[in-house]
């Protein structure tokens, strides 16, 4: 999840991008308190599990900003 890296670096890698797309996920995920696991074989493939907190009508609080 480390921003601005790829396993394949240099000009002849088979996919583009900078290497930011996770680190933002992660972060993303982190911010509302959730969790977010990679799991992966290279070769076959990377499971991604993306977990939140469970929220309630009892759990949420409103305010008027207006």
């Known amino acids: 999840f480390e921003a601005f890296v790829q396993e394949s670096d240099g000009t002849s890698r088979a996919y583009?991008?900078?290497g930011i797309g996770l680190s933002i996920s992660k972060k993303l995920t982190?911010?509302?308190d959730g969790t977010l696991i990679?799991?992966?074989?290279?070769g076959e493939g990377t499971t991604m599990t993306l977990?939140?907190?469970?929220?309630?009508?009892?759990?949420?609080?409103?305010?008027?900003?207006?």
Do not use: W, Y
Not at 38 to 42: F, N, Q, R, Y
Not at 51 to 66: E, Y
């Open 38 to 42: 990679a799991k992966s074989v290279k």
């Open 16 to 18: 583009e991008g900078v």
């Open 30 to 32: 982190e911010m509302m």
């Open 51 to 66: 977990t939140f907190p469970k929220i309630t009508a009892d759990t949420l609080s409103f305010s008027d900003q207006s």
